[in-house]
DNA sequence: CCAAAAGTGTTTTCAGTACACCCATGC
DNA sequence: GCATGGGTGTACTGAAAACACTTTTGG
């Protein structure tokens, strides 16, 4: 006999940082202030379905989720007693616009430029974040994430967000070479500062799980 | 508006097998059947308060615990809709005894000699073993399931039954002196077929994160 | 003395690490 | 031509893997 609200936490990765993403409220209370998108458990509702179902009004489908954990302090959120489900998915940004109305209310923010969210958003996101990156290092997901066209710069920094140190530039090549997961697309990413950087694609079936 | 349960899913090393415990169950519906260790959220407690609470009455304290998901089906249990929370947990079986009044009931049940059990239950067994493994090769929770007084043959077995392959003798004992956690107690486990195997404690502090 | 299980060393191989210079572009 | 960032090769080191015989106990 509780009500339960079900949050979704959901990242990409863009130009090397995790980001999530967050609606602004615009209701009382706390209007004004960014949230995780968030839905109530309806009682002929699955948790899966219901999940699905609010992705979709995001507009993105068939996305792979994660449980990250049930939040049932008493006092999480103001009034009636509220378990607070935290589920976990992911994107890539290059691949996918979100829908123009909802735009206007979402932005993706970097993990370290988090605006103050309600209730215990915060602790649900940083949860979530280790399940995230545990996540891309042991399996293959992060290939959903690096569609077509991407440099080893990019994807080194990438690396070195999730395992929180720096890797050595030319070890790092000389490791996806030998894995043989790389495929060159025989472009270049011209117009920015120094030297243009090759840009490849993950072959199919690439297997990154022992990567780090 | 929904009714939950939290089941536990509590393991236990023991001759280098996981082990898990199940309650006899003696009410109907599904009298003679075996189930997890199950209790219902109270409106006025969190989830953790409950499952110290029910760890208590099995005579167990400051375990860690595990979120591991809920379950939601709608038909998972039959009448009303309830959503299962599955918590995992683990202790050691040699510094613990379950408690008179409670051992009766409860039966230690190794995974690929599990009775039939009731709802769901299976599968939060299954999903309970992954994170299971998973928390014994990348924590030191591995520590705290073997308190003094084992041989390195248990320890390989058991890292052999959780990694999934075998493992050559003289490479692990190498590893483990290398990786400088054992100490030797000076006993043997005298007693058992063939040469007696001698007997270790970990060191303090030891780390096995990074092991397998 | 036989069966059963534990203990022990060496060699090879491969991946990880450290490290410094040249190259392609924009301005 | 200079600033910026990308691309490249080599030598060293240490862990993983493969592999067979001896030792200690109980019966």
């Given at each position: 006999?509780n009500e339960m609200d079900i ?97 206007e209310e979402h932005n993706w ?51 070195e967000e999730l395992l929180g ?48």
């Amino acid at each position: 006999m509780n009500e339960m609200d079900i949050s979704l936490i959901l990242f990409t990765l863009d130009q090397g940082k995790i980001k999530v993403l967050l609606l602004h409220r615009e209701e009382e209370p706390f209007r004004g202030y960014w949230m995780l998108p968030t839905v109530s458990l309806k009682e002929n509702k699955t948790i899966e379905e219901l999940v699905e179902e609010h992705l979709h009004t995001l507009g993105m489908k068939g996305l792979c989720t994660k449980q990250v954990g049930v939040f049932s302090d008493l006092k999480r959120v103001p009034k009636t007693r509220t378990l607070g489900l935290a589920i976990m998915s992911w994107i890539d940004t290059k691949s996918f616009e979100l829908k123009e109305t909802i735009r206007e209310e979402h932005n993706w923010f970097e993990l370290d430029l988090l605006p103050k969210v309600i209730y215990d958003h915060q602790e649900m996101i940083e949860k979530a974040q280790e399940s995230f990156i545990s996540v891309l290092l042991h399996t293959n997901e992060l290939l959903t994430l690096f569609p077509s066209d991407f440099t080893l710069p990019e994807l080194q920094d990438t690396y070195e967000e999730l395992l929180g140190y720096s890797l050595d530039r030319r070890n790092f090549r000389k490791k996806l070479i030998q894995y043989d997961v790389l495929e060159d697309t025989g472009y270049k990413n011209e117009g920015m500062n120094g030297r243009p950087a090759k840009l490849y694609r993950f072959k199919e079936d690439s297997d990154l799980t022992n990567l780090f």
